[in-house]
């Protein structure tokens, strides 16, 4: 079984701040983890995502994030929040094999407003 | 246009009907899957699908029925909606990979916001 745990239903950063948006995971395999971002209205889309590898991975629009296994974390992070980042962060996790791989456990999500 | 269309985009019901929600891709993804999204719960899948004519249930299937009849459709039926179902849904589709799972990146559609009154 697995679960994702994202602290913080809400959080609000200055434009031109750190943006850290916290992910707790349990997996009873080796995890791979993914960050998605939704903006109003629209589905969900891959900001990131830790296979294998690099425990630091880099994605789309400035942000990365850390793969801690012992902290079982996968905090995501960028240095300078921009306006355009206001929206839901979801956190999720599968596991390796070819048959859990295939389902994503999400966190319940984090909501990111950047003001001016 | 390619990629992956949800219809209806919003849908209002009256709790007892049936319900189709429907979820077309046209990347000839093997794997597609519903979830459903609720305050607080981030998404739970609701049923996932390997390839035409194999479904498999999710962590939340009660109420819902699916089918894949074509790798391109895989509708979403509610056969008696109830309140509990309002919701917003959302589907999504990844390809089958030949040799390791790396890359199984889920790709969703826009969301169907479903209120059952």
């Known amino acids: 079984a697995q679960s994702v745990t994202q602290l913080g239903s809400h959080v609000s950063v200055s434009e031109g701040a750190l943006v850290l948006l916290r992910c707790n995971y349990s997996?009873?395999?080796?995890?791979?983890l993914f960050w998605y971002v939704q903006y109003p209205n629209q589905g969900l889309q891959l900001l990131l995502k830790y296979t294998t590898g690099a425990t630091l991975v880099k994605g789309i629009n400035g942000f990365e994030a850390e793969f801690k296994k012992s902290e079982t974390s996968f905090h995501l992070t960028k240095p300078s929040a921009h306006m355009s980042d206001a929206a839901e962060y979801f956190c999720?996790?599968?596991?390796?094999?070819?048959?859990?791989?295939?389902?994503?456990?999400f966190g319940s999500g984090t909501q990111l407003t950047v003001l001016p | 246009d390619a990629g992956i269309t949800q219809s209806p985009r919003y849908k209002i019901t009256e709790t007892g009907r049936q319900v189709t929600l429907m979820c077309h891709q046209t990347?000839?993804?093997?794997?597609m899957f519903w979830y459903r999204q609720d305050l607080g719960h981030g998404l739970r899948l609701i049923y996932y699908?390997?390839?035409?004519?194999?479904?498999d249930k999710g962590e939340v299937p009660d109420g819902y029925v699916v089918s894949r009849s074509k790798t391109e459709n895989f509708p979403l039926t509610l056969e008696s909606a109830t309140r509990s179902q309002t919701s917003v849904y959302f589907c999504?589709?990844?390809?089958?990979?030949?040799?390791?799972?790396?890359?199984?990146?889920?790709?969703f559609g826009p969301g169907t916001r479903l209120t059952v009154l």
């Open positions: 999504a589709s990844s390809e089958r990979l030949a040799g390791g799972v790396e890359g199984h990146e889920q790709f």
């Open positions: 997996s009873s395999v080796p995890p791979y």
């Open positions: 999720a996790v599968s596991g390796s094999s070819r048959r859990a791989a295939r389902q994503l456990t």
């Open positions: 990347w000839s993804h093997s794997y």
């Open positions: 699908s390997a390839a035409a004519d194999i479904t």
